[in-house]
């Protein structure tokens, strides 16, 4: 088994654990009949955690250089903390094992990607085609549990994401140790993670990714409930999610030409931009299948584009010794804080306006990340060492 076949896998089954959490985890909240605020702070509490787990894992695996015994330590404790779920049937109760689990769930990807980056070396533009294999992940699970929910109950879904949680652990035993990083007194004196990260354009860069996130918020927690809300089964659900992410393969295979034609600036502008499109479609017009099939595919864009660029920003802004730390902020501020409070707030607009002005509050988020990025994201004219 090659470095390729055991990162790929790790990408597959992370993420087919995701297309069966964020399409259909608040169909199985609303099962208890919670209300939608109730739903919009649990689904909160699976970001919330990745505003204090990844750092606190990413700045161990800095000082440790243990990497892969992190991952694979909160790839396990995933599992165990998950297994309490089967009992629970009281907000609380979920609410406390999705914080449990979650905490540890959310620290494991950001290390790994910097253990995928480390073993590309030189070849880190082979990066998106390692990645893509989360995506078809994805895809898989989005569409078959999708399907599967036409004839079970909503109730199975724990059992079917521990069997991912379980495929994930095995996966990162597979994971060869690498070796520690250290860099020289000279070298960290110069590119302090502290210093790197308290550059305007660094902080703008968090900034934004925080107001994207933010966007997402109410999408990963109610489109799939408008969705059913206005007739579509959940089979036709399924299929809405896996087209956003078949668009969002068909990037990262040709992200490194994309790159190479357009620049990273452009890129994120254009796909900003489209953020904003997307999100005033799908508040508008939910019931218009082809706008919603066209807003799906832009999925391509407000994700793909989006978390490519964001990867290689943070290694063109950060160094190597500091990679741990600038990846998990990277989810701590953006998947962590930004999804965490567009996931509460959306919950706290629902009932009482709608999808339209939740989705409207999305848009004006990306609307103020598209200004941002034109007046500050110039790249090549940030270093890393003074």
């Known amino acids: 088994m090659n470095n390729y076949f055991r990162l790929s896998g790790f990408y597959f089954f992370y993420f087919a654990l995701l297309g069966v959490l964020v399409p259909y985890w608040s169909l199985y909240l609303i099962s208890f009949d919670f209300d939608a605020q109730t739903v919009g702070a ?24 243990k990497r892969v015994e992190i991952v694979r330590f909160g790839a396990l404790m995933t599992c165990l903390m998950f297994i309490s779920m089967f009992w629970q049937d009281t907000a609380l109760g979920i609410g406390l094992v999705m914080l449990a689990f979650s ?30 294999w989360g995506s078809i992940g994805f895809i898989v699970t989005v569409v078959g549990i999708g399907a599967l929910l036409d004839f079970i109950s909503i109730r199975w879904l724990p059992s079917l994401m521990l069997i991912l949680m379980i495929c994930i652990w095995l996966n990162t035993l597979f994971i ?25 354009q660094v902080i703008v860069f968090f900034v934004i990714c925080f107001l994207v996130q933010f966007g997402h918020g109410a999408y990963y927690t109610f489109y799939s409930v408008l969705m059913v809300d206005v007739g579509y089964s959940r089979t036709e659900i399924g299929f809405l999610w896996a087209i956003g992410v078949v668009v969002e393969v068909l990037v990262f295979i040709y992200m490194h030409w994309m790159l190479q034609r357009w620049g990273i600036r452009k890129i994120m ?32 864009a407000t994700f793909g584009c989006l978390h490519a660029v964001g990867i290689a920003l943070v290694h063109a802004y950060f160094t190597k010794k500091t990679y ?8 701590s501020i953006g998947f962590g804080l930004g999804g965490a409070l567009g996931a509460f707030l959306s919950g706290l607009l629902w009932d009482d306006f709608g999808a339209f002005y939740t989705f409207s509050l999305s848009a004006f988020a990306s609307f ?19």
């Open 103 to 132: 905490f540890f769930w959310n620290a494991v990807l950001p290390q790994f990607e910097v253990i995928t980056l480390e073993e590309l070396g030189d070849k880190k533009d082979k990066y998106s085609q390692i990645r893509l």
């Open 42 to 65: 649990l689904m909160a509490l699976l970001q919330l955690s990745r505003i204090v787990a990844p750092n606190l894992w990413g700045w161990m695996a800095d000082k440790s250089g």
């Open 324 to 331: 741990g730390q600038a990846q998990a902020l990277f989810s």
């Open 176 to 200: 060869p140790k690498q070796a520690r990083v250290i860099e020289t007194e000279e070298e960290g004196s110069r590119s302090g993670f502290m210093v790197l990260l308290l550059r305007p």
């Open 368 to 386: 103020i990340a598209v200004a941002l990025a034109l007046i500050w994201i110039y790249p090549e004219k940030v270093h890393k060492n003074y």
């Open 269 to 300: 502008v254009v796909s900003l931009f489209l953020c904003v499109v997307r999100w005033l479609l799908i508040g508008t017009v939910p019931e218009n299948l082809s706008l919603m099939l066209f807003a799906q595919t832009l999925h391509a």
